[in-house]
């Protein structure tokens, strides 16, 4: 899906990252249920420990449908229980924003905050 989202762009000066933000920030602030596929786990250290995250790809509104961004990463916990890679899923989150500083800048970025009420749309079904 996301290839052939991004080839209806092809040849316009359009920049993949800013576009995709965009959509967020229209978002900001509104708690908003979310369809997207689990595609890895990881660990994040912070000041209170290391804390599970989830990365989210082809991240869509359900209602209406809307892609909104290609990747997002966000925090894990009790309502992950039971989830596995690959599978789709539905969920409650606001979007909020943040300051991203990289190389001596500082930019505002929007994440998801508070996901919860996780419903599997799709069990990945792909033999080990």
């Not at 092809?10 to 596929?37: N, T, Y």
């Not at 539905?90 to 990289?102: G, H, N």
């Amino acid at each position: 899906m996301r290839f052939i989202f991004w080839s209806m762009f092809e040849g316009q000066s359009l920049k993949k990252e800013w576009f995709m933000r965009e959509r967020l920030e229209k978002l900001h602030g509104h708690r908003v249920k979310f369809e997207a596929r689990i595609e890895t786990f990881g660990v994040r250290q912070s000041r209170r420990g290391t804390r599970a995250t989830l990365l989210l790809v082809d991240l869509r509104r359900s209602e209406p449908y809307e892609f909104l961004a290609d990747h997002v990463w966000v925090q894990g916990g009790d309502w992950t229980q039971g989830l596995d890679l690959g599978d789709c899923i539905e969920f409650e989150a606001r979007v909020v924003s943040y300051e991203k500083k990289r190389s001596g800048q500082v930019k505002i970025d929007y994440r998801l905050d508070r996901p919860a009420r996780a419903v599997l749309k799709e069990k990945n079904n792909k033999a080990a």
